[in-house]
């Protein structure tokens, strides 16, 4: 999804700032970039499609600029649609996130004006917006404040003046300042990590403000009233945002083998911040778990262990589907948002409806100063570092470890969560760490990424599991991948079963192991081919991944070896892993 960059200050080449401000972002997905700076008394701007690199960038030093990664939403990936846009008489430019909803409405109005448009963007209607308020204002911050609430939709923008001021104004994807040497240097951006290590103290801006950068002067203020708010500088406390790659080969890999870490960062959280959600959940009326993506699987088995281990009746949600669950969740009622990024649209717009009703919410986010983390009442950091791959491996894992753990308080028996956790943690560095088996699910997935097909299998605590490995093979191999619930074969899918389908399994030693073998038979039956993941080996298998017993905890130790084959597919086709076609990191858009 689209990043912002800016970078004020006298200690660095604010073009190589930006520039390497827009790389470290570069991880949200996007397909054009662009800078502007301030050179003498002109703004020059410099757009490509494509990757940022040293190569295109043709600009100046200077001590002020801005930039921007696009995800092309209105209009085509061109060098033209591509941010900042310039006013019509180059006297500022914006870069915009998020989609002006009515744009198409004022860019009628605007066009008899007779403004010019050169791009096909909503963006370009923002900027011929702000100069028409122009007209009627003492300064350009009033312009832009007037303009930016005439747009509907989620959108933040970022302006750059001639006159050596920076705008930004935020009602949509997020915006974090970071400041360095008492002001000498600022930098505002999409993301805390893109700038954390230069940085000793952060402003996060929320929906609703906006603020102005000139001459080390800071200025934030209240987008429908015009007053200004008070800020506070916040501690950075992320000193090392660990962006590289530590020699493996992709990010997703190394992610995958930091999962033993990131169960661990869910083991040490303090036991009252875990049994005061508990105490929530235990009172609540109705407890919904709410997701996009990963973490929409990711919400479904945190709902599976209340029910199983919390005996709370919780349900679990897709932020695009929870539209007509608004008139039903109150007061009572407690809303629980696993999300990596804090900032997916489609679930943070169910957690301000529902706020409005005075509804609880608990979130597990991994990017600090999010907007999730500001609307919940109870917060929960993952702590597992940057995960930079754009398909989601190790937050999966820390939320799925975080529900159990929750649903353990519920029941009681926290403290026999942990210990569980910390088998879960022990047994998941030996399986990645034997060379037997990663080289087994090397060439397994060299097999499987040749298919056109692909179903997956599993019930109970697995039936998410199965629905995560989906999602990591289609996202990474493009192939068609299709989990189902194992006891639903029989009624419609079996039709499709035939010799050579490879059908992937998995199960556990649990109350439902016996339902999941008879479908097992079933296919096999057919001739499909019969890949399990399991704790113990039958000779109805074609292919077998071993992992350990263990246990409740099964279902979070039976994702790793899903998510190996799904990288290893992806590897042994050439693709991008890190950066599969056409999805972003972090959704901010509806
Ligand atoms: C995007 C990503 C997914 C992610 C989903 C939710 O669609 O491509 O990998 O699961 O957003 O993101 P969140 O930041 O809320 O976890």
């Known amino acids: 999804m689209c990043g912002i960059f800016g970078y004020v200050g006298i200690k660095q080449n604010a073009t190589q700032a930006v520039f390497d401000g827009l790389k470290r972002l570069d991880y949200r997905g996007y397909d054009s970039w662009g800078i502007g700076i301030i050179q003498g008394k002109e703004i020059l701007v410099d757009k490509h499609v ?6 295109s960038l043709k600009l100046p030093a200077s001590s002020i600029a801005i930039g921007h990664t696009r995800w092309a939403t209105n209009g085509a990936v061109t060098d033209a649609n591509a941010h900042p846009h310039y006013a019509s008489d180059k006297s500022f ?3 915009h996130n998020g989609i002006a909803e009515n744009f198409a409405e004022r860019k009628t109005q605007l066009l008899k004006k007779g403004y010019k448009f050169i791009s096909e963007t909503d963006t370009e209607v923002i900027v011929h917006q702000v100069e028409e308020e122009r007209k009627h204002t003492k300064t350009l911050a009033e312009a832009v404040r007037i303009a930016f609430k005439k747009f509907t939709g989620r959108n933040t923008i970022i302006v750059l003046s001639r006159d050596g001021q920076i705008i930004a104004a935020r009602n949509g994807s997020p915006l974090v300042l970071g400041v360095a040497d008492k002001l000498a240097e600022i930098y505002l951006s999409s993301d805390t990590l893109s700038f954390a290590p230069h940085v000793s103290h952060i402003i996060v801006l929320d929906n609703g403000q906006m603020i102005s950068v000139l001459n080390k002067q800071i200025n934030v203020s209240d987008i429908q009233t015009g ?57 609540a009326a109705h407890v919904y778990c709410i997701g996009s993506g990963t973490a929409g699987a990711a919400a479904a088995q945190i709902a599976y262990y209340l029910r199983i281990f919390g005996k709370v009746p919780a349900v679990g949600l897709i932020g695009a589907e929870a539209r007509d669950y608004f008139d039903l969740i109150g007061k009572d009622d407690l809303l629980i948002a696993p999300s990596q990024s804090g900032e997916t649209a489609d679930v943070l717009e169910v957690m301000e409806t529902v706020k409005k009703n005075g509804t609880k919410i608990a979130s597990f986010v991994n990017m600090p100063g999010s907007m999730m983390t500001r609307l919940s009442d109870y917060k929960f950091m993952a702590q597992a570092g940057p995960e930079i791959c754009v398909m989601s491996t190790k937050i999966f894992v820390s939320q799925l470890a975080w529900g159990y753990l929750v649903a ?26 034997n060379k037997q088996k990663i080289a087994h699910i090397k060439s397994l997935a060299k097999t499987l990424a040749r298919k056109p097909h692909i179903f997956l299998l599993g019930k109970g605590q ?32 079996i039709t499709l079963m035939e010799p050579g389908m490879p059908v992937v399994f998995v199960l556990s030693n649990d109350f439902v192991k016996t339902d999941v073998l008879n479908a097992l038979h079933e296919v096999n039956a057919r001739g499909s081919q019969i890949v399990v993941v399991a704790p113990q ?23 790793v070896p899903l998510q190996l084959l799904a990288y290893y597919m992806a590897k042994s086709l050439g693709h991008n892993v890190d950066k599969p076609r056409n999805i972003a990191k972090s959704v901010t858009v509806k």
Do not use: C, W
Not at 408 to 433: C, I
């Open 50 to 55: 494509g990757i940022v690199d040293t190569a």
């Open 93 to 95: 430019i914006v870069a």
């Open 227 to 283: 007053e200004k708010v008070s800020y506070s500088l916040e501690k950075n406390t992320i000193t090392d945002s660990g962006v590289d790659k530590s020699g493996y080969d992709h990010f997703m890999i190394k992610e995958i083998y930091e999962e033993p870490f990131v169960i661990d960062r869910i083991i040490e959280q303090p036991d009252k911040s875990y049994l005061a959600l508990a105490k929530a959940i235990r009172q």
């Open 408 to 433: 353990k308080a519920v029941e009681g028996n926290l403290n026999d969560g942990k210990e569980k956790l910390k088998g879960l943690s022990k047994n998941t560095d030996a399986f990645l760490h």
């Open 462 to 493: 697995n039936l998410q599991i199965i629905k995560e490995g989906m999602v990591k093979m289609i996202e990474g191999s493009y192939v068609h991948a299709h989990a189902m619930p194992a006891g639903d074969l029989k009624h419609f899918a």
């Open 537 to 559: 080996p039958d000779e109805s298998f074609d292919d077998y991944i071993e992992v350990p017993d263990l246990g409740e905890v099964s279902a979070v130790m039976n994702i």
